[in-house]
T-cell receptor, first 115, second 115 residues
């Protein structure tokens, strides 16, 4: 949904550097998920947060970390960047309803290029 | 592990024809199945979703069917139009049986609708 915002739009880094990506969910949504989408593939789950607590972690190395703030916005951090980290990083917002899986709405993504 | 297989990887149809994309999931606890459309350089946009308590859902020219026994679900687009051309992704989630609402995505289908 257009309500999910991400920054920056594009980012170019060199190997070994660190990067921080930011996401603001749709107003009223308390859950944020992060996905990595490599060109030509489907998004891969990295993290999910709800009420500032980690609710899920995908198969990514410890160089990837995230957190959620009291206003439900979120940051994804990647340390010691590798060429293979080049991808579109998507943030998804959902409401986390009781007993059901909520629809996830994606932001426009941050295109990260590692040189 | 959890996996979603999607076929075909590419699909070309004439305008006005129907298009069918099929997905198979491995996690029998999966209970939520969304479909996303992603145009080049843009965010994935939800086009339709189905939960495990129903077998079919329609929204104008788009329909999704679910066969829980066979663990597969399909997207049907009728009367295709050139603006339907995009990459389509299926996904599956197992919440609330799993405490995370992570989406497991298929590899994507590139649909081309020829005028």
């Amino acid at each position: 949904d257009a309500g999910v915002t991400q920054s920056p739009t594009h980012l170019i880094k060199t190997r070994g550097q660190h990067v921080t990506l930011r996401c603001s969910p749709i107003s009223g949504h308390k859950s944020v998920s992060w996905y990595q989408q490599v060109l030509g593939q489907g998004p891969q789950f990295i993290f999910q947060y709800y009420e500032k607590e980690e609710r899920g972690r995908g198969n990514f190395p410890d160089r990837f970390s995230a957190r959620q703030f009291p206003n439900y916005s979120s940051e994804l951090n990647v340390n010691a960047l590798l060429l293979g980290d080049s991808a579109l990083y998507l943030c998804a917002s959902s409401g986390w309803g009781s007993g059901v899986t909520d629809t996830q709405y994606f932001g426009p993504g941050t295109r990260l290029t590692v040189l | 592990g959890e996996n979603v297989e999607q076929h075909p990887s590419t699909l070309s149809v004439q305008e006005g024809d129907s298009a069918v994309i099929k997905c198979t999931y491995s996690d029998s606890a999966s209970n939520y199945f969304p479909w996303y459309k992603q145009e080049l350089g843009k965010r994935p946009q939800l086009i339709i979703d189905i939960r495990s308590n129903v077998g079919e859902k329609k929204d104008q020219r788009i329909a999704v069917t679910l066969n829980k026994t066979a663990k597969h679900f399909s997207l049907h687009i009728t009367e295709t139009q050139p603006e339907d051309s995009a990459v389509y992704f299926c996904a599956a989630s197992a919440r609330p049986s799993s405490n995370t609402g992570k989406l497991i995505f298929g590899q994507g289908t590139t649909l081309q609708v020829k005028p």
